[in-house]
């Protein structure tokens, strides 16, 4: 599967960002489906994730403001951002993970956020 991430730009702290993930391929809905990020000088981690089984699982300190979501019929899927903070600034990428199986598999080329204050 081949992944498109988009969405990203510069947004002042306290605003808002839907970043999309366009999948190629019928099979997306077998996927799970996640968001990373990776802010300069850190590494990669996991943002927010969906299974697909519509299962999600969040970060601890992004629960409440990151809410990930998936359209099937648009083999899309999407993770809304509220209340930006400038330490949300980073590339986001979304990936894909094969059913039973432990690692995400394909990755998109990453979007990048900028929160300035």
């Known amino acids: 599967v081949q992944l498109q991430a988009s969405g990203g730009g510069l947004v002042q702290a306290g605003g808002s960002l839907r970043l999309s993930c366009a999948a190629s391929?019928?099979?997306?809905?077998?996927?799970?489906m996640g968001w990373f990020r990776q802010a300069p000088g850190k590494q990669r981690g996991l943002v927010a994730s969906m299974t697909s089984g519509g299962g999600t699982t969040y970060v601890d300190s992004l629960k409440g403001r990151f809410t990930v979501s998936r359209d099937n019929a648009k083999n899309t899927v999407y993770l809304q951002m509220n209340s930006l903070y400038p330490e949300d600034t980073a590339v986001y990428y979304c990936a894909a993970r094969p059913l039973f199986k432990s690692n995400y598999d394909y990755w998109g080329q990453g979007t990048l956020v900028t929160v300035s204050r």
């Open positions: 391929g019928s099979t997306f809905p077998l996927y799970d």
